[in-house]
């Protein structure tokens, strides 16, 4: 099992930049690609952005150009650089990781908890 904490969420202002973290613990050696959704109210997760062992990295096209994910291996660790935000990226962020360099939600079995992201405009 691996386990992943989400942080770095709040409440900002349209154009504001957030960097989320997640943070991996467990059998992280098991889960190679780490990933990051989100959720709108009255909305299906969807994808943001994924990453593989070796930093190779897609992006939804709604956030292409705007966010950015890395990762620190030696502290397993991904990050969510995500500039330019807008209203509609409201939503709640979570973090998955798995074993397919995939977009697709049900090929992830490890889930954080959540944080919340709020851009006011």
């Known amino acids: 099992q691996v386990q992943l904490v989400e942080s770095g969420g709040g409440l900002v202002q349209a154009g504001d930049s957030l960097r989320l973290s997640c943070a991996a613990s467990?059998?992280?050696?098991?889960?190679?690609?780490m990933a990051w959704f989100r959720q709108a109210p009255g909305k299906e997760r969807e994808f943001v952005a994924v990453i593989n062992w070796s930093g190779d990295s897609t992006l939804a096209d709604s956030v292409r150009g705007r966010f950015t994910i890395s990762r620190d291996n030696a502290k397993n660790t991904a990050y969510l650089q995500m500039n330019s935000l807008k209203p509609e990226d409201t939503a709640v962020y979570y973090c998955a990781a798995g074993r397919l360099f995939t977009t697709k939600m049900s090929s992830y079995n490890n889930w954080g908890q959540g944080t919340q992201v709020t851009v006011s405009s």
């Open positions: 467990g059998r992280t050696f098991s889960t190679p690609i």
